[in-house]
């Protein structure tokens, strides 16, 4: 919202030396969000009125005519480049000719810098020095008219005059971001009402009329839907079309952030601005019938001013005639009766409308309007029958129009909520010393209607302030008028704390452990396109294919929410490629949303929602588990003296995954498997305690290609919430043995086919209690071994809980391993 500050003035009864910076600084402590306080013009300089004593026509060889000009600008003239034989006055070129000797012109002298940053210079140009310019409105940045020069009203000013004041250019303006429990401030009265409140002075509401009964003596109006509870309608007749809008309506227009139109529409902007009643003027004769306020019908179409033929939705709120539909409700009319250069004969609507249909109106077709931007944030509906009356005499004092005896009113305010509160309540709460007077102060300066009977106050919010509805909504207004700042900051005393969950000391330690093995994290957005399921390979009958499309998506080409975190990541090593980073280990721990998305009730805001209510929302969320994935590309080491590059691969994908499950305090097993997007035999189904915790390898070449990633690029993903929930419970900590361990190497012949893990698995059984851990350190293939066959050596770490191992107990413990393993697989022990 924008806003001169010699408008709120005209409201409020503010002291000459408040400032607008002032001003500004009041409103942010009322609670307004001001963004700053900025000059009317970016003209700065001597920019001067002046008076056409003469003007010469002089043609000129490229066809064009020039006029040199004799202007009197008063104490200016001194100075002048070519002065004249009196010395009064200063030559200008033009090349405008709407003007004549004797009028009053704006004229912008060498030094003054224009909008665009734009600095005059007296300069030669047709035979003459120019010393200055006299300026037409666009080149003055109030308008866009280039058709000639700006003529000022006779006896409006002398020559030599700051031109900057007498086109009242010399106001500041407030740029404020109006939050949506503060919608009110969406206009100058009530920007007006919370500076009076402010700064202790008077106030003059705009809005002087009372709403009426309803009547029905004017235009028909009718409403169908509860969504419109009031709508006033105004008839104006003999309006001149061709009158232009005064220049202090279309300044003050302007520096609301609001272009000209014409007359009756600028008058519409300006009531809105003035009072945030949105507005609307009918061409009275294009009308069909009278009007009805309903929902739209499926199929039907609507072409709005703004050119664009829109198909609406039922949940639209639409104005019709007997023509059909002739409006968007409270976001945008129609073109078949919208005001043209002919219109004499105007129907002012005024009308309130349920805040959340309009916002999701806009939003559905893409269309916010100044008037939708009120609507939605509430508008006063008590405003409607004024506003319509100050258009309507604005209308007749600026366009000769004539108002009709008959008006419309259907329907009326709707009544606005009592709440009873203690008196003391805002002083309990806030913990400041608020006596029962100022909080009755208060509230009345907001426009609350307050009845006391001793501490207790019965409280009925004014119908501008639809958040005031809790007895904490009251002591918030207090607070705020009385100022946060002003309040004795208290800490309170801490309690006994239990500390962080679980889940956080776990998502802690994969902060900690993984970061430390050399995988650097990445955030990246939670949506999907469908087509990067295509291109991982995942079949139809996947989880990953229960997509959640998002109602108004960020982007079209990615309207889901993501089943995997894993095309975010390969979007992040793609962006890193392009600038030059292509050994990339990266990963990310956040949330998947699978489907399906189901239908949450909708809880009224008036109460806490139930028990059931709340487990209903909760069960139409589709499922939202959280992974923990990596992608890595490029070099794990780089090449160095006497050492080949390490590359990234599926090893370090496999590592990944361990190191997670370490920090979590679970062991990870690995066996081989086939699951998109994994290369089919380079992919490791991940295991812990026999239940599948993810998936990790080399990526399928088609995914690399699909993708754009380097080739035999590797990745994981695993479910950090089954990790969690396999993490030991707090009774379940293995003891640190103080003994020596035992270590025992084995190498085994097996038949190509078996897999390592199943091998490890054996010897895990086999050595039984006393096995700490195994490891497999080597792969080794020869013909020397035999023909399908490999060599697997594993590590064995053994330990005693309360002794030291002999050498015949490690032996025995080594026999015993390689015994199932031979038993299971037919593992063979290879001697050296």
Known sequence: MRAPVSWVREYVALPDEVTGRDLGDALIRAGLEVEGVEPATEISGPLTVGRVLSSVDEPQKNGKTIRWCRVDVGPFNEGASEPDENGGSRGIVCGAHNFAAGDLVVVALPGTVLPGGFELTARKTYGHISDGMICAVDELGIGTDHTGILVLAPGSAEPGDDALEVLGMTDEVLDIAVTADMGYCLSVRGLARETAQAFGVSFTDPVALTTPAPVADGFPVRSDTEHCPLFVAVSVTGVDPTRPSPDWMASRLRMSGMRSVSLPVDITNYVMLETGQPLHAYDADRLAGGIVVREARAGERLTTLDDVNRVLSPEDLVITDDSG??????????????????????????????????????????????????????????????????????????????????????????????????????????????????????????????????????????????????????????????????????????????????????????????????????????????????????????????????????AETAPYLRTTLLPGLFGAVLRNQSRGQTDLALYEVGPVFRGPLGVAPMPSVETRPSSEELAAIDAALPHQPVLVACVLSGEWLPASAGRPAVPAGWQQAIAFAETAGRALGVRVERSADSYAPYHPGRCARLTVGGVTVGYAGELHPSVCQAYGLPARSAAAELSFDVLCDLVPGPGSVTPVSSWPVAKEDVALIVDASVQAGDVEAALREGAGDLLEDVRLFDVYVSEAIGEGKKSLAFALRLRAPDRTLTEADAAAARDAAVAVAAERYGAVQRIA
């Open 325 to 554: 539909v002739i409006g968007l409700a409270g976001v945008m009319g129609g073109q078949t009766t919208e005001l043209t250069p002919t219109t004499t004969k105007i129907l002012i609507e005024a009308a309130s409308f349920a805040p959340v249909r309009i916002s999701r109106t806009a939003r559905r077709h893409k269309l916010p309007s100044e008037a939708s931007r009120r609507f939605e944030r509430w508008v006063d509906p008590a405003a409607a029958y004024s506003a319509a009356h100050r258009v309507a005499d604005l209308l007749v004092e600026l366009a000769g129009g004539t108002v009709a005896p008959a008006e419309t009113v259907f329907g009326a305010v709707p009544p606005m909520p009592c709440q009873t509160i203690r008196g003391t309540l805002p002083a309990e709460v806030l913990g400041a010393p608020v006596s029962v007077d100022r909080v009755v102060e208060i509230l009345r300066g907001s426009g609350v209607e307050v009845s006391r009977e001793g501490d207790t106050l019965r409280l009925v919010p004014p119908t501008w302030r639809p958040d005031l509805v809790d007895a904490y909504d009251y002591v918030e207004e207090v607070g705020n008028k009385v100022g946060l700042d002003s309040i004795e900051p208290v800490l309170p005393r801490p309690i006994g704390g239990r500390g962080l969950t679980a889940r956080q000391k776990a998502r802690r330690a994969l902060s900690a452990a993984l970061p430390a093995a050399g995988y650097v994290e990445v955030i990246q957005f939670p949506f999907l396109a469908e087509p990067d399921l295509d291109k991982l390979g995942v079949p139809g009958d996947d989880e990953r294919r229960d997509l959640v499309r998002v109602a108004n998506p960020l």
